[in-house]
């Protein structure tokens, strides 16, 4: 693992995050850290640029090297999510990505193929394919109750 990371007109955010780290090394799921207490780690207040650029790194940090996503209950406290928590978060994120498929295969769907050149057609032609795959599959997917045994 690469230590030093350029860094462009501001202070780097790993001081901080060990800061934070050796403050909590015993992070579970269900834990729960109150925005004041973090506060008091790193001395810089909730409303500040810097508590949430040293918060997402921190927050980023525990997701890559020990698999514990965290959520934040604004202005409140951040919260190490539950087996069951992860799954209703990935599935609120998917939701809102399918949204945009579905928003992108509309807008070119609804564009003027004549208007288009033979290559911008074939990528249209190739975006709808892609997009009315995963559509299809989502709402077959979605009428399940149990998952798909493998």
């Not at 202070?11 to 909590?24: E, G, N, Q, R, S």
């Not at 514990?68 to 539950?82: G, Q, S, T």
């Amino acid at each position: 693992m690469v230590e030093a990371k350029e860094y462009f007109g501001g202070l780097p955010t790993k001081p901080d995050v060990d800061a934070i780290m050796k403050a909590y090394p015993n992070l579970k799921e269900g834990d729960v850290i109150t925005y004041r207490e973090i506060e008091e780690v790193i001395g810089k207040t909730w409303t500040s640029s810097r508590f949430r650029t040293v918060t997402l790194a921190w927050r980023q940090e525990l997701y890559n090297e020990y698999n514990l996503h965290v959520r934040c209950d604004p202005a409140v406290a951040f919260h190490v999510e539950l087996p069951k928590e992860r799954v209703s978060t990935g599935f609120k994120k998917a939701r809102g990505g399918f949204r945009k498929i579905r928003r992108s295969a509309d807008l070119v769907a609804r564009t003027d193929q004549a208007a288009l050149s033979q290559e911008d057609r074939l990528k249209a032609d190739r975006l709808l394919f892609v997009t009315g795959s995963m559509i299809g599959v989502w709402n077959t997917q979605a009428k399940q109750i149990a998952p798909p045994k493998r």
